[in-house]
């Protein structure tokens, strides 16, 4: 007989028990569920609602589950429909009485609702971690290579002159946002549900702060209807996870480009790469690909729980039980993307030569021509339209604007002198940029220090 099972004549069909039921996903909340009763137990207790000999009736039963779950001594039943039923179970069969007293002023509703806020609260601190983890493989290699001339790139044609150091730390930055984004969400997520009930609360004297202390909540939801149906936090979880998951797609694809033989501007280490079955010759960026590739999985979970909730009406529905696998896969997908991809960037061999090649092409230097006319006294706007010219004459002769000689460059305009060559080379153009956030040494410098400084913030702040 099912534990609601009082009001029906008849037993559940058997497609529609396995159609209802939800432990093959949710009984991985296990440790929430057990600590969140564990709470309500004490509360109740405290409130004089259960006496304190069942609390702890109640208690060491619940202990001895989760010990023997996490011994694998346990196998959940399809049954009994989700975890939060099949824990009841079991602790009514080892505690008796004292067991079926635990549901006194609870709803599976309100169970579930801070089960999964335990839960996610605790993926969030995990994947935070491992964020750090990628943040600081970037910091190790940008430190080697602030000198490390590449050309930056818009509408993927060369533009300007950086430093591959300054690229990396585009993407520390972008981290940094979803670190945040993630603190922000735990931030919200961190009210409890418990005692809302059903909907409407209950009519029995209990402490909900008390049972927010004893979870480490900051409080309880303050409405009870929307305690058991708000699901924002999913929501804004699986958002930050796509936003998260797009920068490291964009960093996939750059990778991608970087070890093609058209770039090599790295070259990936064989740990972190595969071959091909017919081609031997192959070396294939199969983990930033797969990134990749994931990106729109986690894209859709963000959608189809959107979609799921849209039309839902106060309070809780069954259509909400969708919530938790696309949760789940989401978390899990993050959690395997970015390990590897730490890993990816860590290990990979930069090629500064190939990099400072690429960057001697393209003309990339033109708007240091420009602005060193401009500084010179002639407006940028004429600065702009002779070093187009500039550029027009050398593409018609095949050379490059350093390679011009002086006099060239001075029947286009006078303003020329022999200190042009310094500032059109690359490093200068490079290191002259020292305004804040840009390439010059000093300013990745400032850069990777405040980047280290976050990390260690956030490890043990």
């Known amino acids: 007989?099912?534990?609601?099972?009082?009001?029906?004549?008849?037993?559940?069909?058997?497609?529609?028990?396995?159609?209802?039921?939800?432990?093959?996903?949710?009984?991985?909340?296990?440790?929430?569920d057990i600590e969140g009763s564990m709470a309500h137990a004490a509360m109740l207790a405290d409130c004089g609602i259960i006496s304190r000999e069942d609390r702890d009736r109640i208690t060491a039963g619940l202990k001895s589950i989760l010990a023997d779950?996490?011994?694998?001594?346990?196998?959940?039943?399809?049954?009994?429909?989700?975890?939060?039923?099949?824990?009841?179970?079991?602790?009514?069969?080892r505690t008796g009485e004292a067991g079926k007293r635990l549901h006194t002023a609870r709803s599976r509703n309100d169970q579930v609702a801070v089960d999964l806020r335990l839960y996610l609260r605790r993926e969030i601190g995990e994947i935070t971690g491992q964020i750090l983890d990628l943040q600081q493989a970037i910091l190790d290699q940008a430190r080697g290579h602030q000198r490390t001339v590449m050309p930056g790139y818009t509408h993927l044609q060369r533009a300007q002159p950086i430093s591959f150091a300054q690229h990396l730390l585009a993407y520390g930055e972008q981290l940094k946002r979803d670190v945040t984004r993630l603190q922000d969400c735990k931030k919200r997520m961190n009210v409890c549900p418990l005692g809302s009930g059903a909907l409407a609360g209950t009519t029995y004297p209990i402490d909900r702060w008390r049972t927010?202390?004893?979870?480490?909540?900051?409080?309880?939801?303050?409405?009870?209807?929307?305690?058991?149906?708000?699901?924002?936090?999913?929501?804004?979880?699986?958002?930050?996870?796509?936003?998260?998951?797009?920068?490291?797609?964009?960093?996939?694809?750059?990778?991608?480009?970087?070890?093609s033989w058209e770039f090599k501007f790295i070259e990936l280490d064989d740990a972190c790469s595969t071959g091909s079955s017919i081609m031997p010759q192959k070396k294939n960026p199969d983990v930033a690909e797969l990134v990749r590739g994931k990106t729109g999985r986690?894209?859709?979970?963000?959608?189809?729980?959107?979609?799921?909730?849209?039309?839902?009406?106060?309070?809780?529905?069954?259509d909400m039980q969708e919530d938790k696998e696309p949760v789940f896969d989401a978390v899990d997908t993050v959690k395997i993307c970015l390990p590897v991809f730490a890993g990816m960037i860590a290990t990979m061999r930069v090629l500064p030569e190939n990099m400072r090649r690429a960057a001697g092409g393209g003309f990339i230097n033109a708007t240091d021509c420009a602005d060193y006319l401009t500084k010179k006294g002639m407006p940028f706007r004429d600065a702009y339209?002779?070093?187009?010219?500039?550029?027009?004459?050398?593409?018609?002769?095949?050379?490059?604007?350093?390679?011009?000689?002086?006099?060239?460059?001075?029947?286009?305009?006078?303003?020329?002198?022999?200190?042009?060559?310094?500032?059109?080379?690359?490093?200068?153009?490079?290191?002259?940029?020292?305004?804040?956030?840009?390439?010059a040494v000093e300013e990745t410098d400032r850069q990777i220090r405040e980047l280290q400084a976050f990390i260690e913030e956030v490890r043990h702040g």
């Open 385 to 439: 339209t002779t070093v187009g010219n500039l550029v027009c004459y050398c593409t018609e002769n095949g050379k490059l604007l350093e390679e011009l000689s002086l006099e060239e460059l001075q029947s286009i305009s006078s303003l020329f002198g022999e200190d042009v060559y310094e500032a059109l080379r690359l490093e200068t153009c490079m290191e002259q940029r020292r305004s804040y956030g840009g390439p």
């Open 69 to 93: 779950i996490e011994a694998g001594k346990i196998e959940f039943s399809a049954d009994n429909e989700d975890i939060h039923m099949n824990v009841e179970v079991l602790l009514t069969e």
């Open 212 to 259: 927010a202390e004893l979870l480490g909540f900051d409080a309880p939801c303050s409405n009870s209807l929307d305690g058991v149906s708000d699901r924002d936090y999913a929501l804004e979880l699986l958002s930050a996870l796509s936003i998260l998951m797009m920068h490291l797609s964009r960093f996939a694809e750059e990778v991608i480009l970087w070890c």
């Open 1 to 32: 007989m099912k534990l609601w099972g009082g009001r029906f004549r008849k037993e559940t069909d058997s497609l529609v028990n396995d159609f209802n039921s939800s432990i093959q996903f949710d009984g991985r909340m296990y440790r929430e």
């Open 298 to 318: 986690v894209y859709g979970h963000l959608m189809g729980l959107l979609t799921a909730m849209k039309g839902l009406p106060l309070a809780y529905n069954k």
